[in-house]
């Protein structure tokens, strides 16, 4: 595999046709893993002439926060300097040039953004189900399994299967344990196709990792953050809303909060964040599991606009739909308040309606003219239809990854324009898990026997 990427990296600077294996926008480890084995397939099985390239669909600057892919790629021994990403191909030049030829891999529908691309796709190889009004008039090969990986190993074994080295049959595997969620039955996101090719695989290759080993690995990779700079971690799992023109970034952290704040140089890292991307408002969520494995929740606001966030606080600290039952905690950041939230229930997706209705009350409040008395507080009930018509009017407010990542992707599957994923196969989120394990936490509280003393 590695002579093969550095082969493609060779052809970059040579003036010549290119036929692009292009992941989706997510670049998740099934779209990269995908993309990569599918080219190599391709460039192994095709007539001497044409030059298949994998290009991963993300800015080379946006690998880090996919951490279960760099583990991976660490791994099993590819180096990060052999692959090519977004930024480092013009497939627009490519195009007009009449040098390109594109196959699409776990996905189906380019963004808008490329849209002048569709007429150079020939072939597209998806998982997911097909959307008729906007896939390219190309060949397409669509089935309903858990990992578009399971596809490509197919595609190999009945084509080419002396091709498969270990390198490229461990890529494969990983990957499809990975987002088949270690093949649990009770999860039902493996189909007898991908545990066919899984068992395939281990069959040609014995030596290869134990599938709890491997997931385990892969979904602690997932979530590690401690290489992270704070600006990547903002970034990493990041939604942001907006109301006349002020906007607001919410991240979830997978970390306790006080170990957050006491970052080095963590204020000015949160200034230069919001200044480079625009944000009035940063809302940080730190989830993670405390010492007796209970499920943790912490929020921490910073605005340096203390009107805007006194009027934020205020809005969190008395929301009754739901109850965020928060406890301000002890922080010396200017500009900072920091919570425990109580109410573990309340998930980031729950937040953001409340801080939408934030913004609401902020703007409203510099609509009264000056010597006009302010408004009664409103009722319980009144409240809660406030709440209902923010979380309603969210909708047009939110960025395009308001898609709660899957896992095990990150993030997050394909996100481009007009392909919803809601309606493939099952997926689970950070926020799914965490609430789940939540759940369990609760009602084995509030079932277990009590006692005896």
Excluded at 113 to 142: G, K, M, W
Excluded at 273 to 292: E, G, K, P, R, S
Aim: charged share 20%; hydrophobic share 40%.
């Amino acid at each position: 595999m590695e002579d093969y990427l550095q082969g493609c990296r060779a052809a970059l600077q040579e003036s010549q046709p290119l036929h692009v294996v292009l992941g989706n926008e997510a670049c998740d480890l099934d779209s990269m893993v995908s993309a990569l084995t599918l080219a190599f397939y391709l460039a192994k099985t095709t007539e001497v002439g044409e030059v298949f390239v994998p290009v991963l669909n993300i800015m080379r600057s946006e690998l880090p926060l996919r951490g279960d892919n760099v583990f991976f790629l660490q791994k099993i021994g590819i180096p990060e300097s052999l692959l090519i990403f977004r930024d480092e191909i013009d497939l627009h030049a490519l195009h007009q040039a009449g040098q390109l030829t594109l196959t699409l891999v776990d996905h189906h529908v380019l963004p808008k953004s490329d849209a002048a691309l569709e007429e150079a796709v020939a072939e597209v190889l998806d998982h997911r189900p097909i959307e008729q009004t906007h896939c390219p008039t190309c060949h397409v090969s669509v089935e309903l399994v858990g990992s578009c990986a399971t596809l490509v190993t197919e595609r190999i074994l009945q084509g080419a299967p002396e091709i498969l080295d270990r390198q490229t049959a461990a890529l494969l595997h990983g990957t499809i344990i990975l987002d088949c969620v270690n093949m649990d039955l009770k999860i039902e996101k493996a189909t007898a196709k991908d545990n066919k090719y899984v068992e395939k695989l281990e069959a040609l290759f014995p030596d290869l990792p134990k599938r709890n080993d491997i997931f385990d690995s892969l979904q602690k990779a997932k979530f590690d953050i401690s290489e992270l700079t704070t600006e990547q971690m903002l970034r990493k799992d990041l939604k942001t809303i907006s109301r006349q023109g002020a906007k607001v970034a919410v991240s979830a952290i997978y970390m306790d909060l006080q170990a957050f704040l006491q970052r080095s140089s963590l204020i000015t890292d949160l200034h230069v964040f919001c200044q480079a991307h625009n944000f009035d408002v940063l809302v940080a969520m730190t989830i993670f599991f405390n010492t007796h494995n209970e499920p943790m929740r912490q929020l921490a606001v910073f605005c340096p606009h203390a009107a805007l966030r006194m009027t934020i606080c205020g809005v969190l600290e008395h929301s009754h739909s739901p109850p965020l039952n928060l406890t301000s905690t002890p922080s010396t950041h200017p500009n900072l308040q920091a919570y425990l939230q109580g109410n573990t229930q309340v998930s980031r997706k729950k937040l953001l309606p409340l801080l939408q209705k934030a913004l609401s009350a902020y703007f409203d409040s510099m609509k009264i003219p000056s010597g006009q008395p302010e408004t009664e507080d409103m009722s319980r009930e009144q409240e809660d239809k406030e709440l209902d018509r923010a979380g309603n009017s969210l909708i047009s407010g939110l960025s395009q990854d308001e898609e709660e990542p899957p896992l095990p992707p990150t993030p997050m599957n394909s996100l481009v324009d007009e392909c919803p994923l809601d309606q493939g196969l099952p997926k689970l989120s950070a926020e799914v898990v965490f609430e789940k394990c939540s759940q369990i936490s609760l009602s084995q509280s509030t079932t277990a026997p009590l006692s005896k003393k």
